[in-house]
């Protein structure tokens, strides 16, 4: 059965109550919104043209093999376990589900949604081109060659440390974290927030690509080799003195 787009919603105007007697083929050449529905069994292998919409639905059995060319909502789901082979072009959203962990060979395409998750840790090598958002979670430790393309928010989170090789190319929250201290050389694209943390020095090396945010840290000096291409936030810090080789290029707050 070739489908272009089923919305559950209308079914439901049908008197459908459940999906469980749906038939749904191995390719939607479009989007499959399936929000609140009830017994999804979706087929082994399954191929979605565009979006896949699962959010707040209940008992779903995922395929086996899964391919979304758009966006995976599966928030607010009971889901505990995804696919082992698990492709999504664009975002995939897991928030508040209870999810522990990803596949090893998931593939994504844009931003990846872990927010009141129950993740526990995350594959090595994993690589997320847009937005990771681990705000709120267990996650104490991240992988070894851990890319992310866009912003990674742990703020809230457990962490207590980052991995020496992490890349960031947008902006990095680890406010009200446990963490207090970074690797050499980190090298973030975007901001850097450290607001509330218990970091007292920051490593040698560092580099930002646009605001740092130091407020209220107990530090009393900054590496000789810091550089920030943005605005630098050092209101309520022990620093009384500004090295002259580090490079500021906004401007410095007291």
Not at 101 to 122: E, H
Not at 184 to 203: D, E, F, Y
Not at 204 to 226: C, F, N, Q, T
Request: aromatic residues 4%; proline residues 5%; contains cysteine.
């Amino acid at each position: 059965m070739d489908l272009t787009k089923i919305y559950f919603y209308k079914r439901m105007a049908d008197g459908c109550k459940t999906v469980s007697d749906l038939h749904i083929g191995k390719q939607i050449e479009g989007d499959l919104d399936l929000q609140k529905a009830q017994d999804i069994k979706l087929p082994k292998t399954l191929v979605v043209a565009g979006n896949l919409n699962l959010s707040a639905s209940h008992n779903i059995r995922l395929p086996k093999r899964l391919h979304v060319s758009g966006n995976l909502d599966l928030s607010e789901t009971m889901i505990e376990e995804l696919p082992g082979k698990l492709r999504v072009d664009g975002d995939l959203s897991l928030f508040s589900t209870r999810v522990r962990s990803l596949p090893k060979a998931i593939r994504l395409g844009a931003g990846l949604d872990l927010r009141a998750s129950r993740i526990m840790k995350l594959p090595t090598g994993l690589v997320v081109p847009g937005d990771l958002e681990l705000s709120g979670t267990l996650i104490e430790r991240l992988p070894k060659n851990l890319i992310v393309g866009g912003d990674l928010y742990l703020g809230n989170s457990e962490l207590t440390e980052l991995p020496a090789r992490l890349k960031v190319g947008g902006g990095l929250d680890l406010s009200a974290t446990p963490i207090k201290e970074l690797p050499n050389g980190l090298n973030v694209g975007g901001w850097l927030n450290l607001v509330g943390t218990s970091i007292k020095r920051l490593p040698k090396g560092l580099k930002v690509g646009k605001w740092l945010d130091l407020r209220a840290l107990d530090i009393k000096k900054l590496p000789k080799d810091l550089q920030v291409t943005g605005d630098l936030y050092l209101a309520g810090t022990r620093i009384k003195r500004m090295p002259g080789t580090i490079r500021v290029g906004g401007d410095i707050e007291f």
